[in-house]
C-alpha cells in the first residue's frame, strides 16, 4: 500500500513559485503519480501525472527524482484562484481501490 | 464533452427514507468510481466498477448502501435508510483503460443532507 504524506497547509503570495512534496516510500514499481486539485464545491481535477523524471504541461510540473520516493509539484506565479486542496496520489490502473487512497491533501492559501 | 454528470446536485431528506444518487460516465470510459467526501473522513472510495462489473466495494459502509451499474452509461448508488450521519458529498468519477494511469475525471457532486 503506497501511503502518501504532504503538508496539511501552506500559504503564499500571489506571483510566488509554490512548491508541495508529497513523500511516497512504498511506491511500487508500476505505480503512477497523479496530483489532483480540488476548489470549495467541486469534484477534484487532474492536474499533472508522472512516473519519472520531470513532466510540465500549461498549469504545473511535476519532478519526481531516480528512487521516485518522493514528487514534488510546482505551481509558477500563483494567483488567487489557485487556492485549493491539492492531492498527491500514487497508484497504479490494475490496482484500483483501497490500494489508491486520497490522503487529506494539502491546503494551499494564496494571498495577495 | 459533457463531463461526468450527477444528480441530483443537492438532496435533503428525512432520516428512514431511501436516496437514489445517479451518474452518467463519460462516454467511452470503462472505470466508475463512487466517492464520499466529509470533513472529518475526507474523500473516501466506496465502490468502483470496470466494464459495469463491480471490482471492489469494501469501501461501502455498510448493507444500507448499494451501487448498481446496468449499462455503460449509468450507475446509481442507493442508500435506505438513510440515517443522519450519511450526509455528506457524493462524487462519481469514471476513467478510461490506456497508457500508464489515466486520471479520473470527477462530477460536481451531490450534495446529500439527512435530517
Known amino acids: 500500500l503506497a501511503k502518501t504524506t504532504q503538508p496539511i497547509s501552506m500559504d503564499s503570495y500571489e506571483g510566488q513559485e509554490v512548491n508541495i512534496t508529497c513523500s511516497h516510500n512504498?511506491?511500487?514499481?508500476?505505480?503512477?503519480i497523479t496530483w489532483y486539485q480540488q476548489f470549495p464545491s467541486q469534484g477534484p481535477r487532474f492536474i499533472i501525472q508522472?512516473?519519472?523524471t520531470k513532466v510540465t504541461n500549461e498549469v504545473a510540473s511535476l519532478f519526481i527524482p531516480a528512487d521516485r520516493k518522493s514528487s514534488t509539484l510546482s505551481l509558477p506565479r500563483v494567483s488567487l484562484s489557485d487556492t485549493a486542496v491539492y492531492y498527491c496520489?500514487?497508484?497504479?490502473?490494475?490496482?484500483?481501490?483501497?490500494?489508491?487512497?486520497f490522503g487529506p491533501g494539502t491546503r494551499l492559501s494564496v494571498l495577495p | 464533452d459533457a463531463g461526468v454528470i450527477q444528480s441530483p446536485r443537492h438532496e435533503v431528506t428525512e432520516m428512514g427514507q431511501e436516496v437514489t444518487l445517479r451518474c452518467k460516465p463519460i462516454?467511452?470510459?470503462?472505470?466508475l468510481f463512487w466517492y464520499r467526501q466529509t470533513m472529518m473522513r475526507g474523500l473516501e472510495l466506496l465502490i468502483y466498477?470496470?466494464?459495469?462489473?463491480?471490482?471492489?466495494d469494501s469501501g461501502m459502509p455498510e448493507d444500507r448502501f448499494s451501487a448498481k451499474m446496468p449499462n455503460a452509461s449509468f450507475s446509481t448508488l442507493k442508500i435506505q435508510p438513510s440515517e443522519p450521519r450519511d450526509s455528506a458529498v457524493y462524487f462519481c468519477?469514471?476513467?478510461?483503460?490506456?497508457?500508464?494511469?489515466?486520471?479520473?475525471?470527477f462530477g460536481d457532486g451531490t450534495r446529500l443532507s439527512i435530517l
Open positions: 462516454s467511452g470510459h470503462d472505470y
Open positions: 512504498n511506491i511500487a514499481t508500476n505505480d503512477y
Open positions: 468519477a469514471s476513467s478510461f483503460t490506456g497508457p500508464g494511469n489515466q486520471p479520473q475525471h
Open positions: 508522472g512516473y519519472k
Open positions: 496520489l500514487v497508484g497504479d490502473q490494475e490496482n484500483y481501490g483501497q490500494n489508491f487512497v
Open positions: 466498477f470496470n466494464n459495469n462489473v463491480p471490482i471492489d
